[in-house]
T-cell receptor, first 111, second 113 residues
Framework: KQEVTQIPAALSVPEGENLVLNCSFTDSAIYNLQWFRQDPGKGLTSLLLIQSSQREQTSGRLNASLDKSSGRSTLYIAASQPGDSATYLCAVYGATNKLIFGTGTLLAVQP | EPEVTQTPSHQVTQMGQEVILRCVPISNHLYFYWYRQILGQKVEFLVS????????KSEIFDDQFSVERPDGSNFTLKIRSTKLEDSAMYFC???????????FGQGTRLTVV
C-alpha cells in the first residue's frame, strides 16, 4: 500500500529565504506526482505536476524534482514571500487513477 | 481560467439526514472525483467517475454514499444518512485524462450535529 510522507511537518523562514520541502513515497511504481498549495479552510491549488518520465518541472519561483528510484520528490521555493505561507501537499498517482496524499508541510514566511 | 466550482461552501445537517453536495467540473474534463479531508488529517480518496459510472471507490465509500452526473455539467455526491464521523471538508476534482493534473474545487465543509 502506497504511503506518502512529508518532512518537515512545519517550517518557519524569514522572507527572501530559499527553501526545500520534501516528499517521500514507499512504492516507486508511480505514474505522476502533483504538488498542491492549501490555504486555511480552502481548496487545493495545483502548483506543479511532474510526469514519471520527468526529473524536474519549473513554474515561476517553484521547482519540483522527482527521483522515482529513491521514492522522493522535492519542492524548491526561491526567494520566499509572506504570500507563500500555506500548507503544501504532495500527492502521487499509483497503479489506479487516484491521488494519494501526504500529510503536508505547513509553511510560514515571516516578513 | 476554468475552475471547478462546488456548492454549498458550508452545510450543517442533523445526524441521519440526507445531504447532496454539488460540483461543476471543468467543462472539457472527462474524469471526476470526490475526496474528503477530516480536520487535521490527510486528504483521502472517495470515488472516481468516468463515462457515467464509478471507476473506483474506497473503503470509505459505502452504501450510504452515491454519486451522479444528473446532466451535462453537474456532478453530485449524496450521503443518505449522515453520521457524526462524516463531518469533513469534501472536495470535488476533475481531470481531462487519467493520472493527469487534477483541479480541485474550494470544497464543501460538512458539519453533522
Amino acid at each position: 500500500k502506497q504511503e506518502v510522507t512529508q518532512i518537515p511537518a512545519a517550517l518557519s523562514v524569514p522572507e527572501g529565504e530559499n527553501l526545500v520541502l520534501n516528499c517521500s513515497f514507499t512504492d516507486s511504481a508511480i505514474y505522476n506526482l502533483q504538488w498542491f498549495r492549501q490555504d486555511p479552510g480552502k481548496g487545493l491549488t495545483s502548483l506543479l505536476l511532474i510526469q514519471s518520465s520527468q526529473r524536474e518541472q519549473t513554474s515561476g519561483r517553484l521547482n519540483a524534482s522527482l527521483d522515482k528510484s529513491s521514492g522522493r520528490s522535492t519542492l524548491y521555493i526561491a526567494a520566499s514571500q509572506p504570500g507563500d505561507s500555506a500548507t503544501y501537499l504532495c500527492a502521487v498517482y499509483g497503479a489506479t487513477n487516484k491521488l494519494i496524499f501526504g500529510t503536508g508541510t505547513l509553511l510560514a514566511v515571516q516578513p | 481560467e476554468p475552475e471547478v466550482t462546488q456548492t454549498p461552501s458550508h452545510q450543517v445537517t442533523q445526524m441521519g439526514q440526507e445531504v447532496i453536495l454539488r460540483c461543476v467540473p471543468i467543462s472539457n474534463h472527462l474524469y471526476f472525483y470526490w475526496y474528503r479531508q477530516i480536520l487535521g488529517q490527510k486528504v483521502e480518496f472517495l470515488v472516481s467517475f468516468y463515462n457515467n459510472e464509478i471507476s473506483e471507490k474506497s473503503e470509505i465509500f459505502d452504501d450510504q454514499f452515491s454519486v451522479e452526473r444528473p446532466d451535462g455539467s453537474n456532478f453530485t455526491l449524496k450521503i443518505r444518512s449522515t453520521k457524526l464521523e462524516d463531518s469533513a471538508m469534501y472536495f470535488c476534482a476533475s481531470t481531462r485524462d487519467p493520472n493527469t493534473e487534477a483541479f480541485f474545487g474550494q470544497g464543501t465543509r460538512l458539519t453533522v450535529v
